[in-house]
Structure formats: C-alpha cells, structure tokens
C-alpha cells in the first residue's frame, strides 16, 4: 500500500470513529457520503407520503377504515415499515459506501440515488397528496444542498458514530433499565393516574407540547455539555492510555506503532475539541433517546390496556380525540399520546443525569465512550507525526 492510500485509510478511520475534525485532508467523494443519508430521507418520505394517502382526509374517514381489519393490518404494516426500513435502508447503504470509498467508487449509483430523491419523490408525494410539484422539487433540492454542505463539514461522520454507538450499547439497555425504570415507575406511574396530568395533556396543543419535551431536552442537553466538557478537557491533558495501544493494532495505524508514539501531544485545535465534546454528547442524547421512547411506548401500551375511553372523559371533560403522530393518524387517543410524550421527556431528563453522575450507570455507558476517546487521542498523535515529522518516544506508553 502506498503512503498516499495508507494516510486515506487513517483518515477514512478517523471518520467512521466520529473524528472528521482530526482529518489533515479535505472529504471527497461527497455525492457517495451523502448516500446514506438520502436513502433515509427517501425512504421516509415515500412511505409518509402513502400513510397520508389511505388514512382518509378526516378523523371520520379514518375511524369508519378502522372498522375494515384488514385495513387495520396494512396500516400497521405501513407504520411498522416507517419505524424499520429508513433505518436499514440506510444501514445498508452506509455498508456500501463504505467500501465504495476505499476503492474510490460508487459515483453512478449515488447519482442515481440523488436523482431519484430531487425528482421522483416530489412526483410521487405529488400523486399521492397533491400539492406543489415544483415546490416540492426546490425543496428536495435544498435538502440535498445541506446534506452536501454537512458531509462536507463531517457531520455525517459525527452522527453514523453515534448511532452505532448507540446501537452496540443497546445490550446494555436492558440491564440499564432494569435499575432506572423501577425508580422512574415509582413516580410516574402514579402520576400518569393523575387527572391534573390528563387535564394538561388535553388542554396543550401539540405545538405546545412538543414545546414542553423541547425544553427538557435543551436542560439535558446543557448539563451533558456542562459536564462532558470537563471530561475531554482531562481526557486531553492525559498521556496515558487506558485501554492498551494494542487497539490500534489491527487498525491502519499500525505502520505508525514501530518508531512509538510522539514525545509530546501537538495541542487540540478548537474544533477538534470540539468535535470530541459533540462526539460525547450526541451519543449520550441518542442513548437517552432510546430511553425515551422506550417509555413512551410503555405507557402508550400501558394506557390502551388499563385506561378506558369513559375514564379519559371523565378525567378531562369531554371525548377524547384521536391521535396523531408526526402528521400520521394512529388508532390511539390524542390525550394518551401527549401524557406519554411528557413522562418520556421527563424520564430522558432522569437518564441523560444519571449516566454522568452516577457510578453504576456511568461504568456501563460512560466510560466505554471515554476509552473510545482516549484510544482515539493517541491515535491522532501517531497520525500529525507521521504527516509533521514529530519526534517519538523510543518506548510506547504505559498500558493499564
């Protein structure tokens, strides 16, 4: 292998760890970056587009549907569809794209694929619900522009790590949740019996509510940065190595391991920083997401089995009113949906301070990310002294 694809290989392995900042070199090839992306959006679109299409124009038309059950079961297929295929779609192509950009190809296809997204979708969205085709087309155009501009600025890089991230951590889930959800279900299923909750939940629009689950995020967003700052501040200042070099073994940087690792740590720049900061706390937002929608869905199940119809009129006043998620129409009362949304919101809250302050979470889910982290400090040493010449110690760093 030659010095040229050797250093594209470090820095293709410095991406696909959510590193973009540390990369000398500028991204190519960003039509096959963006692929991922464009399926999941692509994907979205179109089976959004269908649900839109059958569930009738009114919550009338969509009720007297609900009566055909086989109606009911292509619905729940579609909707079974949305929450599984733009995620594997997009998992799959991410696959690809990752060999593609070893080999320096997969520019026809990415093409095609960004064809299909400017054009066919806004034509099938218009078939299905009408509206403005070359509205539609302008818009598929701009999100396709901001797509280009974040894989350019790696952001693409940022968020695929995160989310496997997340996903290889979710083993972890259920040992995790078996500590907090008894906690969290003292609280909140007492609460969630409450009319005062069921009476908030009825008078806030959705508008408002998705205000009120905006604001616990922002709080836990705030904290994680708080806190996380200072954990790469000493993840920085620190020479050693937690986890062993042998990680960087079996990894593109090995050439670089024979002369040792450099002397001294060339100094972060600003946007490596962070970059590393917003490594840390995108996969801990996504971890507590996950958290989140597990309860959300618990209660939404929970609520259909224990809560009657007449109880939810009783508790607010009135009839209940279906419900919608995300512009879909759901066979599960409004007021169900928005006391579900509030007690995940508040859950996620619990979640995202624990996993930093509390040593028995911190030790499944915290420490893993700053190994990751380490590894990836020294990693980055090994590469600007390769590139700068950087004089190395005769002898690698101490493992523990």
Not at 102 to 122: C, H, K, N, T
């Amino acid at each position: 292998m030659t010095d040229e694809r050797r250093v594209e290989a470090v820095e293709q392995w410095f991406r696909r760890r959510g590193l973009p900042a540390v990369v000398r070199g500028r991204p190519a090839q960003l039509l096959v970056r963006t692929a991922p992306a464009v399926v999941f959006i692509t994907v979205w679109q179109v089976l959004t587009a269908v649900l839109s299409a059958v569930d009738g124009e009114t919550d009338a038309d969509f009720d007297r549907l609900l009566e055909n059950n086989l109606f009911v079961l292509g619905y729940d297929g579609l909707l079974l569809g949305l929450v599984v295929l733009p995620g594997l779609g997009s998992w799959l192509t991410a696959r690809w794209v990752r060999h593609k950009l070893v080999d320096r190809g997969g520019a026809v296809p990415a093409a095609v694929l960004a064809g299909v997204f400017v054009l066919v979708v806004p034509v099938a969205g218009w078939v299905a619900e009408g509206g403005s085709m070359p509205l539609g087309l302008v818009t598929q155009l701009a999100i396709l522009a901001g797509l280009f501009g974040a894989a350019f600025v790696g952001v693409g890089s940022i968020v695929g790590w995160a989310l496997r991230a997340a996903f290889r951590q979710l083993r972890l889930l259920g040992e995790l949740t078996s500590r907090v959800l008894p906690l969290l279900l003292l609280f909140t299923v007492f609460g969630f019996f409450t009319t005062e909750i069921w009476q908030v939940g009825a008078a806030l629009p959705r508008a408002r509510m998705w205000l009120v689950v905006g604001l616990f995020a922002v709080v836990a967003v705030v904290f994680l940065l708080a806190t996380l700052k200072a954990e790469v501040t000493t993840l920085t200042q620190s020479h050693t190595v937690p986890v062993g070099l042998d990680k960087l073994r079996e990894t593109p940087l090995a050439p670089f391991l024979a002369d040792g690792v450099p002397a001294e740590r060339l100094p972060l720049t600003k946007l490596e920083r962070a970059n590393m900061i917003l490594v840390l706390v995108l996969t801990q937002v996504l971890q507590t997401l996950v958290l989140a929608t597990v309860m959300f869905v618990f209660f939404v199940v929970f609520g259909i089995i224990a809560v009657q119809h007449s109880v939810i009129k009783a508790w607010i006043g009135r009839d209940p009113t279906s419900g919608t998620l995300f512009g879909i129409q759901l066979p599960i009362p409004q007021e169900l949906l928005h006391v579900s949304l509030f007690i995940a919101a508040f859950s996620g809250l619990y979640f995202a301070a624990s996993t930093v302050t509390d040593a028995k979470y911190r030790n499944a889910f915290f420490d893993p990310l700053a190994d990751h982290l380490a590894v990836s400090l020294v990693a980055r040493d090994l590469y600007l002294a390769e590139l700068a010449g950087v004089p190395r110690r005769a002898e690698p760093a101490a493992e523990h």
